[in-house]
């Protein structure tokens, strides 16, 4: 799960606001990802996996596409998430649409929209980044959520704080997750952190219109006692 990485509001200074009239064109952007194995907010959502990317965004709107399909079997969970956002400087806000071939409908359909047998997820997701660290707020609000202790919809809800920096010629990336409170769909009991990573990235041009990032990372979840060693390869086609 990538998840629809936002529809956003105003900024508030010169300096956003130019940021914003400097995209005037729709821009495209599109990419294939082989990864050794899914991780996804400190949990494993699978094995070794490709992981196809598209998107178009214009000044700060963006409507995105990005799926999962294992390569270790034809039986592999598939997943496809849709993502409609909107930035300005520093501040996001959208919302996602995931979808999996396997969950409450057993045929795994893609238009089976009822709110007790869908296999859809729909997240909200509000952050801003302050630079030297970026915070993220996501929430489910309707289909195939977890549960509290009640039976009650959880409303699942995850943060997470990042931490870019530069080290040794590649790209780093700390993360801190936490569930704030009782839900299924983390596994929490309560408020939990569940991630715990730390990601490097480096980067190859192979021609002008060409980039390929490898990345490697380790990703620990305090809350489910289990850590993760992955690695991946982005193909990258600049338009």
Known sequence: MKGFKSILVAGLSVASMSSVFAQDKVEGSMSVDLVSQYVW???????????????????????GAWGSVGLASA?????????????????????????FSAGLDELG??????????????????G??????????????????????????AYSS????SAPFEFMTCNWDA??????YETSFYGASGFAVTELGLKATKEFQVSDKITIPLYVGISANPC???????????????F
């Open 41 to 63: 907010r400190g949990i494993n959502c699978g094995d070794a996996a490709i992981q196809p990317g598209l998107g178009i965004s214009w000044k700060g709107l963006s409507l």
């Open 75 to 99: 039986d592999d969970v598939k997943e496809f998430d849709l993502t409609l956002g909107y930035s300005v400087g520093g501040f996001n806000i959208g919302v996602t649409d995931y979808w």
């Open 109 to 126: 359909r893609y238009f089976k929209y009822d709110a007790h047998s869908t296999n859809h997820i729909y997240e909200a997701n509000v």
């Open 128 to 153: 801003y980044d302050f630079g030297p660290v970026a915070v993220q707020w996501y929430t489910n609000i309707a289909g195939n959520d977890g549960w509290n202790a009640d039976g009650d919809r």
């Open 158 to 161: 995850f943060v997470q704080f």
């Open 175 to 180: 993360t801190v997750g936490i569930v704030p």
């Open 224 to 238: 489910l006692q289990d850590c993760n060693f992955y690695a991946g390869v982005a193909f990258t086609p600049n």
